[in-house]
């Protein structure tokens, strides 16, 4: 991965929502680890930068404290963009959705490990199945 964060050393994240399905629940603490190399169909955590112009820009102003704003998503790969910017392929399962983010509107993109505390319940329920068999086909080698 081209993009890099200040943190050289793994953290902890608290994921708010449900954009990730069962796969991971609101409120599920995990551990991050800007060393570990990220491929396709890993979570990962995303900081996304301020902007004050391009597509993202009403997106993550809307978002955080003076823009800045992290996110999980389903790393699925890169492309490059029609004027040769690298884009970063993310997914989410509720609802199943794949949006590229151009490289320059990412701050920190890292691997999300494990839950800090394992749960019993790891069981994918039918629309988290779902929606990953959905997004299969999009997943590009890095």
Sequence with gaps: MDVQFRIDHRYQLHFCGA??????TNGTKVWVDPAEEVKPFDLIAVVLRPLEIGPYAGFINSMGDDGFMGICKIFLGTRTSTTGEKLYLVAQLNPPA????PES????????????????????DEGTRGALELLLPFAVEC
């Design 19 to 24: 954009c990730l399905g069962s796969l991971m």
């Design 98 to 101: 794949i949006s590229p983010i």
């Design 105 to 124: 509107a990412i701050e920190a993109l890292h691997k999300v490990m494990a839950p800090v505390e394992e749960t019993a319940d790891t069981d994918l």
